[in-house]
Structures are given as structure tokens and as C-alpha cells.
């Protein structure tokens, strides 16, 4: 089956502790995408790489961190210092940037 | 940066009834995407219309790029229509989606 999981689907952590969120694609698709989406909100870019081993902040960056050691995976790391975590983070991938993008189930966390 | 503004914001159907969404942006687009998001929080693609028209079953959307805008149809909507809908653009050579707030459709049986 093609596509991109998450995991895991729900997350609890204590304030203080960082988190990492596990994104995966078999499209053989080169860019990815962390978006967080707030209740009642659009959604906001984290962090998007366009090829392996290179990535780019995207408009609320701070308190997060990424890494794209191989094509098919792009973790998402909440650090302690993102000051408000709770929120449903998603990842998305598409053949190159710039077009269609496909996502994930997303993770929801939630820290206290 | 493309402001893109999406109406109504929120829309109450019985089912069966037809629903027009709307999506406008500020500039000239190379993509225009749009989603549904489901009550359990999945994004779904439903098209890839950066101009023209295309169909899908009981939706279908058309884009008019040198109007900026874009209309979402749904025909005969059922209760699993439910949920928000999203459009997303890109322009220039910005890599990055910028989102809508989405309009938030309950369809009631």
C-alpha cells in the first residue's frame, strides 16, 4: 500500500520532555512537510525539505526540529522550548515542491 | 504574501441539498489545492486545480485564475460530506501552501 503514516496517532507527554513524531512515505516522493493545526485553525508550515539531507524552516519553526537522513522518513522533534505543543501535527508529502501535496493521518499531542 | 480567504465560513445542509464553496486569493497562483478534512482529522485530497474545471462524482470544482477565485460544488450532499474544507495555493517561487480557514460543512440526515 502507497502512502504516509504517522505514528502514533495520540501522544501524551509532560511538560519539559522533548518529543519526537514519526512521519514515513513510500511514494518515493522527494519533498516533505510539518504542518501544525490548531482547533478551528487552517494550518501552519513547521519545517518542509525539498530533497534528502536538506530542509528549510517554515513559518513557526521555532521550539522544533527535523532531520531528512533518508527519503522516506522526515521526524518531527518538539523540543522543551516550544511553548505551547498541544496541537494535531501533520505531514505531507509531495513528488517535488511546489505541487500537489498528500498527507498523512496526522498525531495528535498533547502536553501537560 | 497571497491572502487566501475562503466563504462561508461555516454551512449547515440537509441532505440532499447542493452547496457552492468559495475560495478567493490576492495574486496569481501556480497551484490551488483543495481538501476535505474529516471528523477524525484526515486531510483528503479532492482536487488539483490550479485553472480550468474538473469533476469528481457529486463534487466538482472550477478555478478562474484570471479572477482569482475558486468554486467547490457538492451535489446531493450526504451526512459523510461533513467536516472542513480547505483550499490551499501556492505562487511564484514560493514552495510553501498557504491555507484558507476552511468552511465548516455539517450536512444533517
Known amino acids: 500500500d502507497g502512502g504516509i503514516t504517522q505514528s502514533p496517532k495520540y501522544l501524551f507527554r509532560k511538560e519539559g520532555q522533548n518529543v519526537t513524531l514519526s512521519c514515513e512515505q513510500n511514494l518515493n516522493h522527494d519533498a516533505m512537510y510539518w504542518y501544525r493545526q490548531d482547533p478551528g485553525q487552517g494550518l501552519r508550515l513547521i519545517y518542509y525539505s525539498q530533497i534528502v539531507n536538506d530542509f528549510q524552516k517554515g513559518d513557526i519553526a521555532e521550539g522544533y526540529s527535523v532531520s531528512r537522513e533518508k527519503k522516506e522518513s522526515f521526524p518531527l522533534t518538539v523540543t522543551s522550548a516550544q511553548k505551547n505543543p498541544t496541537a494535531f501535527y501533520l505531514c505531507a508529502s509531495s513528488i517535488t515542491s511546489g505541487v500537489e501535496q498528500y498527507f498523512g493521518p496526522g498525531t495528535r499531542l498533547t502536553v501537560t | 504574501g497571497i491572502q487566501v480567504e475562503q466563504s462561508p465560513p461555516d454551512l449547515i445542509l440537509q441532505e440532499g441539498a447542493n452547496s457552492t464553496l468559495r475560495c478567493n486569493f490576492s495574486?496569481?497562483?501556480?497551484?490551488l489545492q483543495w481538501f476535505h478534512q474529516n471528523p477524525w482529522g484526515q486531510l483528503i485530497n479532492l482536487f488539483y486545480i490550479p485553472s480550468g474545471t474538473k469533476q469528481n462524482g457529486r463534487l466538482s470544482a472550477t478555478t478562474v485564475a484570471t479572477e482569482r477565485y475558486s468554486l467547490l460544488y457538492i451535489s446531493s450532499s450526504q451526512t459523510t460530506d461533513s467536516g472542513v474544507y480547505f483550499c490551499a495555493v501556492n505562487a511564484g517561487n514560493n514552495r510553501k501552501l498557504i491555507w484558507g480557514l476552511g468552511t465548516s460543512l455539517a450536512v444533517n440526515p
Open positions: 495574486d496569481s497562483v501556480n497551484n
